[in-house]
């Protein structure tokens, strides 16, 4: 079996990974073990729709925990930039589109990308296009679907 790829998250990713692994762990796997029990206990099966939307939460559970598991075991660090100079992993870039409302990203690893928090991975199109870009500097982000957009970094943290 091949070894995982390693998942670079920052210190605050982690952190919430862990957050949420101990609580699927600890309360939501044996609350949903507690459900199936009781399901079980209403007798047949085949047509119990508590007992099957239970497993159902259950195999979901699961497989998160599992996805959280990998990543706290394959974790790499991505630390705070030294210098503000340019966009690096873990830096917070404001930046503005033509005409639109100031924006403000964190550059992140994947397993913590949530644009709609403020969070870009790296590895997206606004990610890859922003690293090593300055201050003042315009960039052209180039979409998955083929367009193209341009951006000006206003400020790196």
Do not use: C, W
């Amino acid at each position: 079996m091949a070894a995982s790829p390693d998942v670079p998250i920052t210190p605050e990713g982690l952190t919430e990974v862990r957050r949420e692994l101990e609580h699927l762990v600890r309360v939501r796997r044996p609350d949903i073990v507690a459900r199936i029990k009781a399901a079980r206990e209403h007798g047949d099966l085949s047509e119990n729709f508590e007992y099957h939307s239970a497993r159902n939460e259950q195999s979901f559970i699961e497989t998160r925990i599992r996805e959280l598991e990998v990543i706290v075991k394959n974790h790499v660090l991505i630390e705070a930039p030294g210098a503000r100079d340019k966009v690096e992993l873990a830096s917070t870039v404001t930046l503005v589109e033509e005409d639109g409302p100031e924006e403000k990203y964190r550059i992140v690893g994947p397993a913590e990308a949530d644009p709609g928090a403020g969070r870009v991975s790296f590895e997206s199109a606004m990610g890859r296009a922003l690293l090593g870009h300055r201050v003042g500097e315009d960039v052209q982000v180039h979409t998955p679907a083929g367009g193209i957009y341009t951006v000006r970094i206003l400020q790196i943290e």
